[in-house]
């Protein structure tokens, strides 16, 4: 298969083991578990979970039955949580993958023991408890209760519990203090104990890396890939996380038009002066956004702004009379000395650093490095 187009997604293995390895440091004696759902938030589930399982991590999550099952045969000696709800009707690839399940409510127990007495074999199961993140899971002491009760069945292992903060990334610890009561609470209700009691995701493992609490895993999600939660765990400086994905390309055309003349779909642009201008192949198709118009690229080290409205697989750029064709381009990262924060990038689209690798679309080639080598 040939690579014709020169717009890649490089990722930085070292990096991602770098950050994991930092993040566990900060953890402490808590096991540090990584995220890798999503693909690995689009940067690459099979390469990235391959690579940290041969360096020893043994602690993954994902947030579907599906990507469990690709994975596994990646990672086979480890836990792997899926995150999201599972078809009940389907625990019997759980069981036969040593994969372990969601366990949202009673009726999705209940439903799921139907389906375990058909198989042999025991289903490794995680409560998630409600504590204020509305989205799934139990808050109901009678209902958790009755759940507990279900864990004496011979068909199932209790091998974890937890939860989830919906803001450990803000400024304010008052809700997460809110959540960490709720689970805390709801956690002691519990006579069997599992292996797992868990509520950290990237945001909290950084904040409360110095919290003494009942929890003895963290989830490491986007702290992984290089990214901070928010400015606000950014601030805390507790950590220097390593750039791992940079979206690169180059210039494929470069003309000099004169003042007025009319730049893309829409007519958004108009030239003022006599410019250059040049074409890049990127564009929405490959999950550079139409938002991005405006944003200033890094062409040969010169910044160039996106002009005219982003198309489907290309853009253009306002630049110098010294950019030519076949000239690097950055679009978030780092690359030939040259940095753009994908933070920079996410903030000009008013969203965040997850979105804007989970939009890079399969047509864009990922490559992956070790030592600044392409494997």
Known sequence: MINDRPTHLRVNLDA???????????????????????????????????YLYKNGVRHFAVATLEEALELKKYIKESLLLVL??????????????NISLT??????????????????????????????????????????????????SEKVEFEGIFSHYSNADGEDNE???????????LVKLFKLKPKYIHIENSAGT??????????NLSRIGIALYGCYPSSNIERLNKLSLEPVASLVSKV???????????????????????????????????????????????????ECEIVGRVC?????????????????????????NQKISVDDFADYQKTISYEIFCCINRRVPRKYYLNNTEL
């Open 175 to 185: 809700y997460d203090d809110y959540q960490t009561a709720n689970f805390n609470s």
């Open 312 to 336: 489907m697989d290309q853009l253009m750029v306002r630049c110098s009379e010294n950019i030519k064709v076949g000239d690097d381009v950055l679009v978030f990262g780092e690359y030939n």
């Open 16 to 50: 991602v083991l770098n950050n994991y390895r930092k993040l566990d440091k900060l953890n402490g004696l808590k096991t540090s578990l990584a995220v890798v759902k999503a693909d690995s938030y689009g940067l690459g589930a099979k390469v990235i979970a391959d």
């Open 206 to 215: 950084i904040k409360y890396s110095d919290r003494n609490d009942i929890c």
């Open 252 to 302: 494929t055309h470069v003309k000099k038009v004169p003042k007025g003349t009319k730049i893309g779909y829409g007519i958004s642009y108009e030239t003022q002066e006599d410019e250059y201008i040049a074409t890049i192949p990127i564009g929405y198709a490959d999950g550079l956004l139409r938002r991005a118009q405006g944003f200033k690229l890094n062409v040969a080290g010169e």
């Open 84 to 97: 999201g709800v599972t078809n009940p009707k389907n625990v019997k690839y759980a069981v036969e993958n």
């Open 103 to 152: 366990c949202p409510s009673k009726e999705w127990f209940e439903e799921a023991l139907k389906e375990l007495e058909k198989i042999d074999g025991k289903l490794k199961l995680h409560i998630k408890l409600e504590t204020g993140m509305n989205r799934i899971g139990t808050s109901e002491v009678e209902e958790l209760m009755e759940i507990h009760n279900l864990f004496y």
